[in-house]
């Protein structure tokens, strides 16, 4: 029942999550523009579900990790979110949840792995595993357009917040590095964990 019922809980967890967190966050300009995205992303999900497009439960746990861990930040914005435990661990001077947060955009891969392959779009399983990366990586490097582009545009406290670049002049290209990690992770996940194994 859990497994059949899994989607509908993780949407039911992210609505009652970003409920509480739209009240009073730090700046509603940056809840506006950092929530944008992902709500978008979230209903893309729940349209192509009712198109009866299916992932497996792991997929979606691992999609929904981004919206739930993005709204967060939203709410605090990306270098406020009380991380201090972590950074403090790996001794890290920066606030490392925005870097996190981009690692888990590359679990999208492994869906993306999953429909081209479920669907038999391709010949070969690396073929989607090449694929499902070059796309996050696009997506990766669209996403720091948009926050140059909003920087640019608006400036300001609510441009730098949603920049998140902390005064590394490298941030964009280490958001980036991240972003490509996390898909290769998953595609390392899906080609090797035996669940995957067909």
Same mark, same amino acid.
């Given at each position: 029942m859990i497994k059949k019922y899994f989607p509908h809980v993780l949407l039911a967890v992210y609505m009652v999550e970003f409920i509480i967190a739209g009240v009073h966050p730090y700046s509603r300009d940056v809840w506006y523009v950092e929530n944008g995205p992902i709500v978008a992303l979230v209903i893309f999900i729940v349209v192509l579900y009712v198109k009866n497009v299916r992932f497996s439960n792991t997929a979606y746990a691992l999609m929904f990790v981004l919206p739930f861990w993005h709204t967060i930040g939203g709410h605090y914005t990306?270098?406020?979110?009380?991380?201090?435990?972590?950074?403090?661990?790996?001794?890290?001077?920066?606030?490392?949840?925005?870097?996190?947060?981009?690692?888990?955009?590359?679990?999208?891969? @492994?869906?993306?792995?999953?429909?081209?392959?479920?669907?038999?779009?391709? #010949?070969?399983?690396?073929? #989607?595993? *090449?694929? /499902?990366?070059? /796309?996050? /990586?696009?997506? #990766?490097?669209?996403?720091?357009?948009?926050?140059w582009w909003y920087a640019? @545009?608006?400036?300001?406290?609510?441009? !730098? #917040?949603? @920049?998140?670049?902390?005064?590394?002049?490298? %941030?964009?290209?280490?958001?980036?590095?991240? %972003?490509?990690?996390?898909?290769?992770?998953? /595609?390392? !996940?899906? @080609? *090797?964990?035996?669940?995957?194994?067909?």
């Amino acid at each position: 029942m859990i497994k059949k019922y899994f989607p509908h809980v993780l949407l039911a967890v992210y609505m009652v999550e970003f409920i509480i967190a739209g009240v009073h966050p730090y700046s509603r300009d940056v809840w506006y523009v950092e929530n944008g995205p992902i709500v978008a992303l979230v209903i893309f999900i729940v349209v192509l579900y009712v198109k009866n497009v299916r992932f497996s439960n792991t997929a979606y746990a691992l999609m929904f990790v981004l919206p739930f861990w993005h709204t967060i930040g939203g709410h605090y914005t990306f270098e406020r979110v009380p991380f201090d435990w972590f950074n403090n661990f790996f001794g890290f001077e920066r606030n490392m949840f925005d870097r996190i947060g981009h690692f888990v955009v590359g679990f999208y891969a @492994l869906p993306i792995i999953e429909y081209l392959v479920g669907r038999g779009l391709v #010949a070969k399983k690396w073929i #989607a595993v *090449t694929y /499902a990366i070059f /796309a996050v /990586a696009f997506v #990766a490097v669209f996403y720091e357009w948009i926050e140059w582009w909003y920087a640019e @545009l608006y400036g300001g406290s609510a441009g !730098a #917040a949603f @920049l998140g670049s902390q005064g590394d002049i490298w %941030d964009a290209q280490k958001d980036m590095f991240m %972003d490509v990690s996390g898909a290769i992770v998953s /595609a390392v !996940a899906y @080609l *090797t964990v035996k669940y995957y194994r067909k």
